[in-house]
Nanobody
């Protein structure tokens, strides 16, 4: 059974930084593209960044230049470094494969507020 466990969220002031981590289990992690997704209240879940098995990355326009996705295949972990955070980045952040499968974790709350 594939599972994802997200951590690292919190409350941060605008302009601050956070690093999210996601531990994956239940599959051969290195074979799959992984993504970070987020869902703000009243909004649909959206993809913010993805990383494929060869390390290539793509970002949503709203986070490009501020967020960096990376992976450590030896640790079955994917990271999201978030810099220059804005109030509109406030959301619950999830990781999953890309394309996503029906195995969402609990997510980690990121709140950007002064």
């Amino acid at each position: 059974q594939v599972q994802f466990v997200e951590s690292g969220g919190g409350l941060v002031q605008p302009g601050g930084s956070l690093r999210l981590s996601c531990a994956a289990s239940g599959s051969i992690f290195s074979l799959y593209a992984m993504g970070w997704y987020r869902q703000a209240p009243g909004n649909q879940r959206e993809l913010v960044a993805r990383i494929v098995s060869d390390g290539s990355t793509n970002y949503a326009d709203t986070v490009k230049g501020r967020f960096t996705i990376s992976r450590d295949n030896a640790k079955n972990t994917v990271y999201l470094q978030m810099n220059s955070l804005k109030p509109e980045d406030t959301a619950v952040y999830y990781c999953n494969r890309w394309p996503a499968i029906a195995a969402w974790g609990q997510g980690t709350q990121v709140t950007v507020s002064s």
